[in-house]
């Protein structure tokens, strides 16, 4: 049994999407925010899964806040930790502790948009298509070796809360499949490349056009 420890900071739909799918051989170890206040918090634990609040606010030095989020998740001999809406940056010595086990989602296709506001930033550059990628994290910010994304179609009418919502539903499917593939022993990383994920596979090999 592979146990993950899933770090939110809000609504937390994409912690949700994975609780949901009940994916053989994973334990949902914890749940852990750095907002007391954070939705997804209250929903984990009407499931009776384990919750924990370590704040940002109570520690003046990233470093610091940090090293308490590592004690906390350490704390359940996590093999997999799993960022669904985590809107803190990790620094250096935290990402390598977690190296090869730290997964994250991020609403664009990278490398493209890295970092905040990317459907906004989506739609002024004028994109046809959106999206969303899961990649394991490395120090380097929203650049860490590419598992699998997702591409939605951009319209016409869209503006970022419409097309935020279309590629939340892609969110939502991609996630639970890259975590099914990690618990099972399948991706294997090479450089930036990721080998082994099903998701990749099961992609039509003649692409999607919008
Ligand atoms: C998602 O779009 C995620 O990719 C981004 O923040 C959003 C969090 O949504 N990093 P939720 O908390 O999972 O509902």
């Known amino acids: ?22 994916i053989a051989g994973a ?11 954070a939705a997804g918090l209250l929903w984990a634990d009407q499931q009776g899964i384990h919750t924990q609040v370590v704040s ?23 093999d997999l930790v799993l960022l669904a809406g985590f ?12 190296a090869g086990r730290l997964i994250n989602i991020h ?26 990628t899961v990649h394991f994290v490395t120090p380097d910010l929203d650049n860490g070796p590419i598992i699998a994304q997702a591409v939605v179609p951009v319209q016409d009418e869209d503006n970022a809360q419409t097309l935020a919502a279309r590629v939340l539903q892609a969110e ?7 975590v099914a593939d990690f618990v099972a022993d399948r991706l294997r990383i090479d450089g930036l490349r990721v080998h082994g994920s099903r998701v990749a596979q099961s992609c039509l090999s003649e692409g999607f056009y919008f």
Not at 1 to 22: P, T, W, Y
Not at 27 to 37: E, L
Not at 87 to 98: A, P, T, V
């Open 107 to 132: 609403p664009s296709l990278l490398p493209a948009f890295a970092g905040l506001n990317t459907h906004q930033r989506a739609l002024d550059s004028g994109c046809r298509i959106a999206g969303c």
């Open 87 to 98: 809107m803190r940056i990790l620094g250096s010595e935290f990402c390598q502790h977690y």
């Open 1 to 22: 049994m592979k146990k993950i420890v899933i770090l939110i900071s809000g609504r937390g739909s994409n912690m949700r999407s994975v609780v949901e799918a009940k």
């Open 27 to 37: 334990k949902i170890a914890a749940v852990i925010s750095n907002c007391a206040d």
């Open 56 to 78: 940002h606010q109570e520690y003046r030095h990233r470093h610091d806040f940090d090293q308490a989020l590592m004690r906390a998740i350490d704390a359940y001999a996590p």
């Open 172 to 178: 939502h499917r991609l996630l639970p499949q890259v």
